[in-house]
């Protein structure tokens, strides 16, 4: 099994934040500012790593004025997107409109999508084609259940839905891809996949990368661990080789909270492959 070490790693660590159906666009606006002190605070390098939001769709505007006019080293994305650029789909937002917001990323097939909202592989695959389409980084995310993690098919399973996520991107794509495994069972319930699991995992999607595409792609690609994480845990996840960060939601909702996540990075440096 493929593994890369944190020394020559090419990846930039990304700690994002899933703000979920959580703070309107005023709250969210108090959010970010005292994330940007907390980070501040901190000394928050964001030449190593990068630091990324994703507020409600009616807050994103207002989040995304604030970095632009406050010059914050802050990104923002989308939550979800429409796999269709524009038309008759009420209610649904296109890609290409989160790119004109300055969006960088977008999260694509969080396990709250793929239950509540029955998002399947094959619709979650049209919405990484419409993200690239418009130049934006889908964060795809991947993970399994308890029942399967006890059944001991959880890599399988989550590998599964990695190949269906990425079917069709072009290795020109493929590098600037984000994956963020999430472990449906430790998402908001305080249960944390210990850093061996979030490392088997990470390094079972990397080499699959290899396989799917070539050696370059998988040593590009960022691959995050998501569900449950906080400051006192974060260190440890992010120290593992294979774990080029974290995708993080309640401890988001806390600015403190998440500026010591975002400086609880692993020791390296390099452009992000954006
Ligand atoms: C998430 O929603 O992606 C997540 C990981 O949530 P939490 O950190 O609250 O488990």
Redesign the pocket.
């Known amino acids: 099994m493929t593994t890369y070490t944190n020394s020559s790693s090419p990846r930039k660590p990304l700690i994002a934040g ?1 703000w ?1 159906m959580n703070m309107d666009h005023v709250q969210g606006a108090d959010l970010l500012q005292s994330l940007a002190e907390g980070l501040s605070e901190a000394n928050h390098d964001p030449q190593r790593v990068e630091v990324a939001v994703f507020p409600p769709l009616t807050t994103l505007s207002t989040v995304q004025a604030l970095i632009q006019d406050d010059g914050l080293d802050l990104v923002c994305g989308g939550q979800d997107l429409s796999p269709y650029d524009s038309g008759a789909y009420t209610g649904d937002t296109s890609a290409q409109f989160l790119a004109k917001l300055g969006c960088r990323y977008v ?1 694509v097939g ?3 999508r793929r239950t509540i909202h029955n998002e399947t592989d094959d619709v979650l695959n049209a919405k990484v084609r419409a993200a690239y389409r418009h130049s934006i980084v889908p964060v795809l ?1 991947v993970g399994e259940g308890l029942e399967i993690r006890q059944a001991g098919t959880h890599v399988e399973h989550t590998l599964t839905q990695l190949r269906a996520g990425v079917e069709g991107l072009t290795e020109e794509q493929a590098p600037r891809l984000v994956v ?1 495994y ?1 472990p449906v069972w ?4 305080g249960e944390v996949a210990g850093p061996q699991d979030a490392q088997e995992m990470c390094a079972a999607i990397r080499a699959d990368l290899t396989e799917l595409f070539d050696a370059d792609v998988a040593a590009r690609a960022r691959l995050l661990y ?4 906080k400051a006192n845990n974060a260190a440890a996840i992010l120290n593992e080789p294979d774990v080029d960060g974290v ?6 909702l806390d600015s403190a909270e998440f500026a010591r996540i975002a400086c609880a990075e692993k020791p390296q440096t390099a452009a992000p492959a954006l």
């Open positions: 899933n979920k999260l969080h396990s709250e995310c963020a999430e430790a998402i908001g319930t998501g569900g449950s994480v995708l993080v939601g309640g401890a988001s």
